[in-house]
């Protein structure tokens, strides 16, 4: 039912930028919130944030606070992840996620779809 790709992904140096898009394909959007991940190899997935598509309500992880920020374009169907001052450690597969529950939470049982990724590769 829903449809999520993500781009924007690509290698950038430490201290570099990138905004990572995830465009997504649902016939009622703004019923969903929508969840950045990341996940690196041999490491767990981890949460960053998540933004309401209906009420553009957030809830940012700590990890991703102060450098990362998560918006939305209605008229899109998109939802962005601004990530500024990237960092070695930032090196991972990006994922947007959607659940149909509309919770702004980083839970990863609450999400029901999921993009195929991008990764994102930063250099020191």
């Known amino acids: 039912e829903v449809q999520l790709v993500e781009s924007g992904g690509g290698l950038v140096q430490a201290g570099g930028s990138l905004r990572l898009s995830c465009a997504a394909s649902?016939?009622?959007?703004?019923?969903?919130?929508i969840g950045w991940f990341r996940q690196a190899p041999g490491e767990e997935r981890e949460f960053l944030a998540a933004?309401?598509?209906?009420?553009?309500?957030?809830y940012i992880d700590d990890s991703a606070r102060g450098r990362f920020t998560i918006a939305k374009d209605d008229a899109k169907s998109t939802v962005y992840l601004q990530m500024d001052h990237l960092k070695p450690e930032d090196t991972a597969v990006y994922y947007c996620?959607?659940?149909?529950?509309?919770?702004?939470?980083?839970?990863?049982?609450?999400?029901?779809?999921w993009g195929q990724g991008t990764q994102v590769t930063v250099s020191s």
């Open positions: 933004i309401s598509a209906s009420n553009g309500g957030t």
């Open positions: 996620a959607a659940n149909v529950r509309n919770i702004v939470a980083g839970m990863e049982s609450l999400y029901d779809y």
């Open positions: 649902a016939i009622n959007f703004d019923d969903y919130a």
